[in-house]
């Protein structure tokens, strides 16, 4: 008797936290929503500005002392942000259940402890997991990643007792058309800009007002016989005649989040004369006429096969009214290397690197800019022509310009159409299949009740 008591107990035990009962299937619904979401979020909103992230990934391999090939890092980086967002893609529609938890289980895996080493030593002030789109803290970060880990926990135990919105038959065509989607965006961020601009100088913005009163404080690199040394600029900067070279001007790093976001949200951009001794900013960045910039973040990476398309475009605008000057970081070095193999007729600045790569995209990237209002940005390799003296070239500046709302608009459109209609055909074979066993069932109650009818009564 007593064993058939202590039966019955842990049977209601087991029936009570049974993954079947519809409250845990409910919360596991709502874990599984929650944390595909954050995984889409985050894959979405770093493949929405690859070079951004690539930036930050660039970063992290700096301060840990790794050189790997440029081209694995950029493979690594646009790789990253695909497998994070169709992950989530997968756990939000509920295909490939196994491998969806798995993948998001590997991903935390590597990224939890990776958060906190970020947390505890402070490397960089924001960890860059959701880009430009969402700016955190280092610590925030890791509270996020220990709350995800919690839920990819949960769904390994309990994601296979909940059904899905895609049926299987059909989550090879959710998987494929997923990542059309994203590779697309994110060759459009690399190729071109950004579809969305979460950075402080988005097209329509204007390009000088708002600077912060005071100026950003910078430190100044030298060289000599091969050893540098960091000034600040309280300190009293070495001659080059005793042997030190300027090789660099680097911002002092924020060290908080709060920093970070507020000289984010103040455009900060400043323009030197070629020696990096006087400040042009306000002679030079007006707010009357056309001008175009030329923006060269790095300029030892800039092919010099671009110079002929470079000195074409300063052709052009010249011809058409339009004033042209580069802005560029690079050492004296570099910058006379550059000088003597493009000849270029425009005249040069320098500037702030980081700066740079929030105005633009690309190395070169192209800004033109209309009483001192930003009307459209590129790439370079963007611009659809290789000589803009060609008669065939249009002389308005503005057909160079690209809708990028609108391109996101059409192709997030059209995605989510092809993923609702997979949604819609996965409930007509599942209500086609219900409605079968309906009919069956009925079928069977009824020839059940004839038989009772024809069977003589004993």
Same mark, same amino acid.
């Given at each position: 008797?007593?064993?058939?008591?202590?039966?019955?107990?842990?049977?209601?035990?087991?029936?009570?936290?049974?993954?079947?009962?519809?409250?845990?299937?409910?919360?596991?619904?709502?874990?599984?929503?929650?944390?595909?979401?954050?995984?889409?979020?985050?894959?979405?909103?770093?493949?929405?500005?690859?070079?951004?992230?690539?930036?930050?990934?660039?970063?992290?391999?700096?301060?840990?002392?790794?050189?790997?090939?440029?081209?694995?890092?950029?493979?690594?980086?646009?790789?990253?942000?695909?497998?994070?967002?169709?992950?989530?893609?997968?756990?939000?529609?509920?295909?490939?259940?196994?491998?969806?938890?798995?993948?998001?289980?590997?991903?935390?895996?590597?990224?939890?402890?990776?958060?906190?080493?970020?947390?505890?030593?402070?490397?960089?002030?924001?960890?860059?997991?959701?880009?430009?789109?969402?700016?955190?803290?280092?610590?925030?970060?890791?509270?996020?990643?220990?709350?995800?880990?919690?839920?990819?926990?949960?769904?390994?135990?309990?994601?296979?007792?909940?059904?899905?919105?895609?049926?299987?038959?059909?989550?090879?065509?959710?998987?494929?058309?997923?990542?059309?989607?994203?590779?697309?965006?994110?060759?459009?961020?690399?190729?071109?800009?950004?579809?969305?601009?979460?950075?402080?100088?988005?097209?329509?913005?204007?390009?000088?007002?708002?600077?912060?009163?005071?100026?950003?404080?910078?430190?100044?690199?030298?060289?000599?016989?091969?050893?540098?040394?960091?000034?600040?600029?309280?300190?009293?900067?070495?001659?080059?005649?005793?042997?030190?070279?300027?090789?660099?001007?680097?911002?002092?790093?924020?060290?908080?989040?709060?920093?970070?976001?507020?000289?984010?949200?103040?455009?900060?951009?400043?323009?030197?004369?070629?020696?990096?001794?006087?400040?042009?900013? =306000?002679? &030079? %960045?007006? #707010?009357?006429?056309?001008?175009?910039?030329? !923006? /060269?973040?790095? $300029?030892?990476?800039? *092919?010099?096969?671009?110079?002929?398309?470079?000195?074409?475009?300063?052709?052009?605008?010249?011809?058409?009214?339009?004033?042209?000057?580069?802005?560029?970081?690079?050492?004296?070095?570099?910058?006379?290397?550059?000088?003597?193999?493009?000849?270029?007729?425009?005249?040069?600045?320098?500037?702030?690197?980081?700066?740079?790569?929030?105005?633009?995209?690309?190395?070169?990237?192209?800004?033109?800019?209309?009483?001192?209002?930003?009307?459209?940005?590129?790439?370079?390799?963007?611009?659809?022509?290789?000589?803009?003296?060609?008669?065939?070239?249009?002389?308005?500046?503005?057909?160079?310009?690209?809708?990028? =709302?609108? &391109? %996101?608009? #059409?192709?997030?459109?059209?995605?989510?159409? !092809? /993923?609702?209609? $997979?949604?819609?055909? *996965?409930?007509?074979?599942?209500?086609?299949?219900?409605?079968?066993?309906?009919?069956?069932?009925?079928?069977?109650?009824?020839?059940?009740?004839?038989?009772?009818?024809?069977?003589?009564?004993?």
């Amino acid at each position: 008797m007593h064993f058939s008591h202590s039966s019955n107990s842990d049977s209601k035990l087991h029936n009570a936290f049974s993954p079947d009962r519809p409250i845990f299937k409910c919360i596991t619904w709502l874990i599984r929503e929650a944390v595909g979401a954050l995984f889409i979020f985050s894959g979405f909103s770093k493949a929405i500005d690859p070079w951004g992230t690539l930036f930050k990934i660039e970063d992290y391999l700096a301060v840990l002392g790794l050189d790997i090939w440029p081209g694995l890092v950029k493979v690594g980086c646009f790789a990253l942000c695909a497998v994070e967002f169709l992950i989530g893609v997968l756990l939000c529609f509920g295909t490939f259940r196994r491998t969806a938890t798995w993948g998001a289980a590997a991903i935390m895996a590597f990224m939890l402890p990776l958060s906190l080493w970020i947390a505890t030593t402070n490397p960089v002030p924001d960890c860059g997991c959701f880009g430009d789109a969402w700016v955190i803290s280092n610590w925030a970060t890791f509270w996020k990643n220990v709350g995800i880990c919690m839920g990819v926990a949960w769904l390994i135990f309990f994601n296979r007792y909940i059904g899905w919105l895609v049926t299987p038959a059909l989550q090879w065509i959710a998987l494929l058309v997923s990542g059309i989607f994203i590779i697309g965006i994110e060759a459009a961020g690399y190729m071109y800009q950004p579809l969305i601009d979460f950075r402080p100088y988005p097209v329509g913005s204007t390009i000088s007002d708002n600077a912060p009163d005071v100026e950003p404080e910078y430190k100044f690199i030298y060289e000599k016989n091969g050893e540098k040394k960091e000034f600040s600029e309280d300190a009293d900067l070495p001659d080059e005649e005793s042997g030190w070279i300027f090789i660099d001007r680097v911002p002092v790093n924020p060290q908080t989040v709060d920093d970070l976001v507020s000289i984010r949200n103040e455009k900060s951009m400043r323009l030197w004369d070629e020696e990096g001794e006087e400040d042009v900013t =306000e002679e &030079i %960045l007006t #707010n009357e006429g056309d001008y175009l910039i030329l !923006v /060269m973040p790095d $300029l030892d990476k800039v *092919s010099i096969a671009s110079t002929w398309k470079i000195n074409s475009l300063h052709d052009w605008a010249e011809t058409h009214g339009v004033r042209m000057f580069a802005a560029v970081s690079s050492s004296k070095k570099g910058l006379e290397d550059w000088k003597n193999l493009s000849m270029p007729e425009y005249p040069i600045y320098s500037s702030e690197d980081t700066v740079l790569k929030e105005l633009v995209r690309g190395n070169p990237g192209v800004v033109f800019v209309r009483n001192g209002v930003i009307i459209w940005k590129s790439s370079l390799r963007a611009l659809n022509t290789d000589d803009f003296m060609s008669p065939d070239t249009d002389s308005d500046p503005l057909s160079f310009a690209r809708d990028n =709302e609108k &391109i %996101l608009f #059409n192709w997030s459109g059209l995605y989510l159409i !092809v /993923m609702v209609i $997979l949604i819609g055909f *996965s409930f007509l074979s599942k209500i086609k299949i219900f409605r079968r066993r309906e009919i069956t069932h009925d079928d069977t109650a009824r020839h059940e009740e004839s038989s009772s009818h024809d069977t003589p009564a004993l």
